[in-house]
């Protein structure tokens, strides 16, 4: 089975097919200084938008965006329409 290159997997030694990760977990370009860092689900912002956080760099610790995937996500956990 093929991985999709932009999702995270968790892939045990010895065996083909990996466990893709919920999308609270994202590894990803820092806003400014464009070096990868890995950003954590923190929480829904009044305005639908997703606030996620890293510990990598003090300056661009948090992002807030419309992140679809997670929203999807948070949705189906709830059972309800967010």
């Not at 829904?44 to 419309?66: G, M, N, P, W």
Request: one cysteine or more.
């Amino acid at each position: 089975m093929p991985l999709d290159v932009d999702e995270l997997y968790l892939l045990p030694l010895y065996e083909s097919r990996g466990l893709q990760f919920i999308p609270f977990v994202k590894i990803m370009p820092a806003p400014w200084t464009a070096e990868n860092a890995c950003y954590f689900y923190n929480r829904r912002q009044k305005d639908q938008k997703i606030r996620f956080v890293s510990y990598h760099f003090e300056r661009e610790a948090e992002l807030i965006d419309q992140f679809d995937d997670t929203l999807q996500i948070l949705r189906l956990i709830s059972g309800s329409q967010l």
